[in-house]
């Protein structure tokens, strides 16, 4: 029992972080219906930007944070504005193509800047352990969950209780009803770019702190675990990119605590095929019918 609830919670801090990613993926689809596959390299960068803000300039664990989330948002901003605004009433294979012409100019710029490297996390936080019974838990595991609950807090209020959340929810209706009521739709859009990558941001640098390890080419794979995670609670859907991801997280660590690590990754798109094949449109999303 004991081991069941120590594989819990090293899924719930897992989950945690394939939920702030998986936020980002939910967000951007519910308002264009774009799947951003760049989204898992500005997590990447994130990581990145929280390195060189605790190496280089000596901050602690939440400056770094917000200095990683700050770099991510106007990041995210950049990108949709430059690669896929222009392409806003293109075929959706054309912005599918272009994201993933985004992801790799993220993964191998950084490549050629950083080189390939992967780098040794810097330590910001304490190694105490704390002994609950038979539980084991650290000061990163807590720090990791007690900072993707005030993110999600965070994000559930500016959602439904701020101006900008009531526009983001218009555009996602009805973008041509909105624009005639008076919202700017394009700045609205760049807003749930901005909020998406700043939670992706996050995520990446309490990645570096729970592997203490990065490189270019690490949003590769949690990018696409956490898409699968938002298609399992419903793509466009906001609490049910949080319950997929915290599901996808636990999965992984009991596959590998009580079977063998190195099926982790297909169960989870094992998960995401069986998905697909019995309710298409996620946990908590709804059927919709749709001309192509």
Do not use: W
């Amino acid at each position: 029992m004991d081991q069941l609830l120590q594989q819990l919670i090293n899924g719930l801090s897992l989950g945690s972080i394939y939920a702030l990613i998986a936020l980002g993926y939910t967000m951007v689809y519910g308002i264009i219906n774009l799947i951003n596959f760049a989204h898992g390299d500005v997590y990447m960068l994130g990581a990145y930007v929280g390195f060189a803000a605790i190496t280089y300039g000596h901050v602690s664990f939440f400056p770094a944070l917000v200095i990683a989330m700050a770099a991510c948002a106007i990041l995210g901003v950049a990108i949709e504005r430059i690669a896929y605004k222009p392409l806003r009433n293109a075929t959706r294979i054309a912005a599918l193509i272009t994201a993933i012409g985004v992801s790799l100019f993220l993964e191998y710029g950084t490549m050629f800047f950083t080189t390939a490297q992967v780098r040794s996390y810097p330590k910001v936080l304490s190694d105490k352990i704390f002994h609950l019974g038979g539980l084991v838990v650290n000061m990163q595991q807590i720090y990791i969950i007690v900072t993707a609950v005030i993110l999600m807090i965070v994000l559930q209020f500016v959602v439904y209780k701020t101006r900008v959340g009531k526009a983001m929810r218009a555009v996602s209706i009805d973008a041509d009803a909105a624009q005639l009521m008076g919202i700017n739709v394009d700045r609205t859009i760049s807003y749930t770019f901005a909020i998406g990558s700043a939670l992706a941001g996050a995520a990446g640098i309490l990645v570096g702190i729970y592997y203490n390890s990065i490189d270019p080419l690490m949003g590769i794979m949690p990018g696409l675990k956490a898409f699968v995670a938002a298609v399992f609670g419903g793509i466009g859907v906001i609490p049910g990119a949080m319950i997929g991801g915290v599901f996808i997280g636990i999965a992984e660590t009991l596959v590998s605590g009580y079977g063998n690590s190195m099926y982790r990754d297909a169960v989870v798109f094992a998960i995401l095929i069986l998905v697909l094949i019995v309710k298409p449109s996620g946990l908590l999303g709804s059927n919709t019918k749709e001309k192509v």
